[in-house]
């Protein structure tokens, strides 16, 4: 000690030692920050690692040729992170169109009158008539309308089913003859028929007699017939029995003897003043259409007949 200053070289020649262990802590630490970072940088997203790589062409050199330009080398393309293409449209929930539940009924239009429709009348006509129901009243109706204009007729009388009956009064068999009842029914399409006997042809010498009961002024009687062309006549006449015979002095000509040429004729009655309980439609002559012969003979028929009162 000198004046309390070490004298130099007192403490001993310096040592390397506490400077290299400084350095080797100091080297520990960053080592270990170094490791840290990794570790921390190894948790993120890894990116692609860009590789380049370069291509040196070279050729051998040729004599009295220039050397050839060195190309330089397009760098490859990196391969990125895959982007996420969104869609362009929504994702959201889309609303169907609203449809109309309530169907829309069309409006028809109902016409408030009605034409009124004319069926005419066919007169003349030979052939069947179709199958029509006829009651008392639409008779009338067509009688009504088979006079002139402007004239009213009443309505038919209402006959008894047992009404009608064969006058037969020169007895040829009864077999020749139908149903009577049936020109009385209210139906065209049936009625009365009587054969026609070749031999007697054209005579007939028979008859459709109506018993109405009890004595009554008529006016009128309607004949609807499939064989028109018969040469007709109407009698009268009145007691509890029928006349013998169409000539007996009993019997009282109600019309001329007359040829219906139609279907449907209408027949004005004389003496319409007086009352007459039997009434009968006598056929003198047939058409010669319904002659026929002994294997098939002819016949004429009565569809209706119809007596009108007097008014």
């Keep these: 000690m000198q004046c309390g200053a070490g004298a130099p070289g007192s403490l001993g020649a310096p040592s390397w030692r506490p400077a290299a262990a400084i350095i080797g802590a100091v080297a520990v630490l960053a080592l270990a920050a170094a490791t840290a970072g990794y570790a921390a940088l190894s948790k993120g997203t890894h990116k692609a690692r860009v590789l380049s790589a370069t ?13 050839a ?36 009924t069309p409006k028809a239009t109902i016409p408030t009158s009605v034409p009124k429709v004319t069926i005419p009348t066919t007169t003349g ?3 069947s008539s179709p199958a029509t129901t006829n009651t008392s009243t639409s008779t009338s109706t067509t009688a009504a309308g088979s006079g002139s204009a402007g004239e009213s007729q009443p309505e038919a009388i209402l006959l008894d089913t047992d009404a009608a009956a064969t006058y037969n009064p020169n007895a040829h068999p009864t077999s020749d003859f139908g149903d009577p009842s049936l020109a009385i029914d209210g139906d065209t399409s049936t009625g009365w028929t009587a054969l026609v ?7 007939l010498d028979a008859g ?19 064989t028109p062309g018969m040469t007709v006549e109407v009698y009268g006449a009145n007691g509890s029995t029928l ?26 009655l004389r003496d319409s003043t007086k009352a007459f309980r ?3 439609l006598w056929i003198s002559a047939v058409p010669a259409t319904s002659v026929g012969t002994a294997q098939a003979p ?13 008014s």
């Design 55 to 67: 291509v040196v062409r070279t050729s051998a050199p040729s004599t009295g040729s220039p050397a």
């Design 69 to 104: 330009p060195l190309t330089t080398p397009t760098p490859p393309k990196t391969l990125g992170t895959p982007t996420t293409i969104k869609p362009a449209l929504g994702l959201g929930t889309v609303k169907p169109p609203k449809i109309p539940l309530t169907a829309i």
């Design 125 to 127: 006509t030979t052939g």
């Design 197 to 203: 006997e070749p031999t007697l042809a054209p005579t």
């Design 208 to 226: 459709l007699v109506i018993d109405l009961k009890s004595p009554r002024k008529l006016a009128a009687v309607e004949l609807v017939t499939d």
């Design 243 to 268: 006349p013998a015979s169409i000539t007996a002095p009993a019997w009282v000509k109600l019309s001329s003897r007359t040829v219906e040429k139609n279907r449907h004729e209408h027949i004005k």
């Design 278 to 280: 039997f009434v009968t």
């Design 298 to 310: 002819g016949h004429v028929s009565v569809n209706e007949l119809e007596l009108f009162p007097a």
